[in-house]
């Protein structure tokens, strides 16, 4: 037998208190979603939009269809499967995007198409960040209607207030309150495990439904119909997906013991508490969440409710300005004003543009449809969709990343998606019922994306065609120098071989060379966090002439000033107040040209016009600029 010493006793100790610590924190930012859905989803399947007779047997079959979706959906699709892929601790649709373009894809076709792939999940998330804060609050606040009707009319108009409220904080961000999360989680879902818990000691019957026979026996006496209450069942696993999108806050192993010691069991104690209560009393289904509860417990229940719901909208925000912000730096989103709310946490982020978009969208969004059951017609098809495309992309990965074999791999994503499709056929169906709210905000989405990528492509294409190679210009540059005048000139490029334009321009107009000239170029890698010593390259290709080559990860933000301090190993120091940063901003004229559609051409002019300055979003001082400008046919 292996003993422990003491050292190795305290830090095995330290491990599972972080673990512990971690996995609290985890309740609060990724368990929000999907720990807010009992307060609608066994609602939705027999009062719903496709309303089931509320029969024992039927009742027995959703409660096994529930329980079965978050073991295969969740557990094992998500937990064991899905987060494995870890791009440097980092999860999520365009992480998984990246780590499937990083396993040595040669085929053009192919690489186009895992970016589509991937940018239509990515959209769909989206409509799914405007969709989760309508629905979790006005759940939420819907019930008022149980614990005071006279004030039924208020609402639209509290829940209306509650997330302009959430909105106009966020510029402050989560740090001060993130805290808090994790305790008021806890005491959510210990809450519905309780609830749970007291309503099925009066009917144990109920846990019969855990055997997947009571599934199949539903299947049997429904026939083809019996697939219309996955519409309704899915809302019982979205926010499943946050388990990977949040894997780089918390770690694989925190989002795991948070979700098999405490979220899956109080998850199917409530739904469980809530289905022995229709067993026997069949008219508590307009609300059975909130009649769990006894009816001095109901206030209580109501304002934690609430909170718990801010809590998942507050998860789900931070995600939109995370897939953004990621999205920025991948080149599928035009540069955005982006600000840190933390400065400990890289992850805390706040992009203003986002917010008030989202804003304004959840308010139309509550106001068109007016109550939560409207809104989760068009809930289920953004994240089943999504769904779908991380089984794709996982399979992808396992494939040619992890090196499963070919059988497995077709067996595994079969399963899966077999699964997903049950999902999503269901949903569909649900389009004319609000269902087009996702896939219009998605498809609007994954437009302007594809426009912008595409755009830069035919510009970087169009900048080519005007510029000089770099090489013949610097040894034309020894045969006869300009006229050289004090101090550095940097510009920032994007094409090494090619002469910057605004050097073409400076030398054009003013005549002149620095005494020292250094071409800047940042790019970003498809890893979340590029390591120190690999941040920065320096090259000397000319007495006086330098290139300095910058590497971000797609979770970083680039700082101008920050990166040239880091050049004092190569032998490089900067003085800001005698350094010049020369950039060149392009006027698009739309030609005749073969090339994106003219309408395209025009959305992507104009949201090159909208786009963040390189100024500001590479942090450059903007008293040491001068903006080169130059008309490009596209």
Known sequence: MRHLSGANVMSLAAS?????????????????????SPLYTLRECFAGHHPLDLTPGNVMGVLSLIFWALIIVVTIKYVFF???????????????????????????WLKGALALTGIFGASLFYGDGIITPAISVLSAVEGLQIAAPELQRFTIPVAITILVALFMFQRKGTASVGALFGPVMLVWFSTLAVLGAYNILHYPRVLMALNPWHAFVF??????????VFGAVVLAVTGGEALYADMG??????????????????????????????????????NPFYKLAPEWFLWPLLILATCATVIASQAVISGVFSVTRQAVQMGFWPRMRISHTSSREI?????????????????????????????????????????????????FVASRLWRWPLPVVLLVGVIFFSVDALFLGPNILKIPDGGWFPLLVG??????????????????????????????FIESLALGKPAIVPGTAIFMVSNLDLVPHALLHNL?????????????????????????????????????????????????????PRLLKQCQPFGLEFDMMDTTFFLSREHLIPSNDPGMPAILDKIFALMTRNAMSATSFFNIPPNRVVEMGTQIEI
């Open 347 to 395: 992850g805390q982020i706040y992009i203003p543009q986002m917010n008030w978009l989202i804003m304004v969208a959840v308010i139309l969004l509550i106001l068109e449809f007016r109550s939560s059951s409207n809104i989760a017609a068009a809930y289920g098809i953004a994240v089943t969709t999504a769904m779908m495309v991380d089984t794709l992309l996982a399979c």
């Open 82 to 108: 899905i987060m494995r892929a870890d791009n440097h601790g980092e999860g999520g649709i365009l992480a998984l995007l990246a780590l499937s373009r990083s396993t040595g894809v040669r085929s053009e």
């Open 443 to 472: 498809g609007f989405v994954m437009l302007l994306m594809y426009t912008w990528r595409t755009g830069r492509r035919f510009l970087g294409a169009a900048l080519a065609r005007e510029s000089l190679p770099l090489k013949p």
């Open 249 to 286: 806050h918390f770690g694989r192993k925190p989002i795991q013991v948070a979700w098999l010691s405490m979220v899956l069991p109080a998850l199917v104690m409530n739904y469980y508490g809530q289905g022995a209560l229709l067993l026997e009393h069949p008219e508590a289904i307009d």
């Open 219 to 228: 299947f049997q006496q429904h026939g083809i119909g019996s697939l219309l």
């Open 508 to 560: 054009k107009h003013n005549k002149v060379l620095h005494e020292r000239v250094v071409f800047l170029t940042i790019s970003t890698q498809e890893i979340p966090f590029v390591p120190q010593g690999d941040r920065i390259q320096v090259e000397d290709l000319a007495p006086g002439l330098f290139i300095i080559r910058g590497s971000y990860g797609f979770q970083e933000s680039p700082d101008v």
């Open 16 to 36: 599972n208190n972080s673990t512990r610590t971690m996995a609290l924190a985890a309740l609060g930012v990724v368990y929000g979603d999907i720990g807010t």
